[in-house]
């Protein structure tokens, strides 16, 4: 069974840092590109981040690009987020997913509030 | 980017209608298409891939179908525990997008 389970959300000042992890079991990690999905509250899902199955090749929504940086440890089955210069509108629930091949899987999220 | 627009936005049904939302994309996905279903206070669960495979495990009430730039997902007979809302994702290139979404409520 395809597991991801998040971690390392919390309460962040605008201007911080924090960086989440998700950990994957039940599949072969690195044959498959992974996202990051967020939703503000209240609000409609938002596509943040994706890594190719390797980590050659990273993908960023605008309003995020350089500021966060996706990577991934193979070795770990573990997909990471960085997000560096946080703000308010940054405030959300970040899901780890799989959004490829024949299963799609969701993690139960992470929440991040940026708040002074 | 490619814009998913959904519709309806939001619609009420009763327990035993057949509901359907349509999905619409502002340039060809091919069937890069998913249907996801979340309810109040929970993650995302995805129920169709590829326009109109379903995912394992989930009823065979819910069907998909469409290419290229129009989709619709099908409800047959809504229960009680399909209220919630919908949302279409392509994922045929980056950046991935979600369209608004549909909730779904009881009439």
């Known amino acids: 069974e395809v597991q991801l389970v998040e971690s390392g959300g919390g309460l962040v000042q605008p201007g911080g840092s924090l960086r989440l992890s998700c950990a994957a079991s039940?599949?072969?990690?690195?044959?498959?590109?992974m996202s990051w999905v967020r939703q503000a509250p209240g609000k409609g899902l938002e596509w943040v981040s994706g890594i190719s199955d390797r980590g050659g090749s990273t993908y960023y929504v605008d309003s995020v690009k350089g500021r966060f940086t996706v990577s991934r440890d193979n070795s770990k089955n573990t997909l990471y987020l960085q997000m560096n210069s946080l703000r308010a509108e940054d405030t959300a629930i970040y899901y780890c997913?799989?959004?490829?091949?024949?299963?799609?899987?969701w993690g139960q999220g992470t929440l991040v509030t940026v708040s002074s | 980017d490619i814009q998913l627009t959904q519709s309806p936005s939001s619609l009420s049904a009763s327990v035993g209608d057949r509901v359907t939302i349509s999905c619409r994309a502002s340039q060809g996905v091919s069937t890069y298409l998913a249907w996801i279903q979340q309810k109040p206070g929970k993650a995302p669960k995805s129920l169709i891939y590829?326009?109109?495979s379903l995912q394992s495990g989930v009823p065979s009430k819910f069907s998909g179908s469409g290419s290229g730039t129009d989709f619709t997902l099908t409800i047959s007979s809504l229960q009680p525990e399909d209220f919630a809302t919908y949302y279409c994702?392509?994922?045929?290139?980056?950046?991935?997008?979600f369209g608004g979404g549909t909730k779904v409520e009881i009439k």
């Open positions: 590829g326009a109109s």
């Open positions: 039940g599949f072969i990690f690195n044959n498959y590109p």
């Open positions: 997913a799989r959004i490829t091949g024949a299963t799609h899987s």
């Open positions: 994702q392509q994922y045929n290139s980056y950046p991935l997008t």
